[in-house]
């Protein structure tokens, strides 16, 4: 029979470990990195399109200056779904 003191230590080591890996696991989702990735379905009515607004996924709002490559582009690919990575230049 164990004493009384020992028989809550086994439960709390227990939740004690599992609290350490999931704050672990989180650590390594939330680590600042130097790109942003969004990805996503190109979603826009025919007058945002024209215009040059473009949602990507719920998360995203492309702004194109009318008649640029990039309108032609995102338009050319509405309904489709995109990656698109955002990283800083390093020259």
Known sequence: MQPIFLAGVRPFLLAWLTLALLLLVLGRFTAAGDELLIAGFVSATEQEASEGYFSVGGDAMVVAKQGTGL????????GQKIRITLEPDVD
């Open 71 to 78: 309108q032609r582009w995102m338009k050319a690919h509405s």
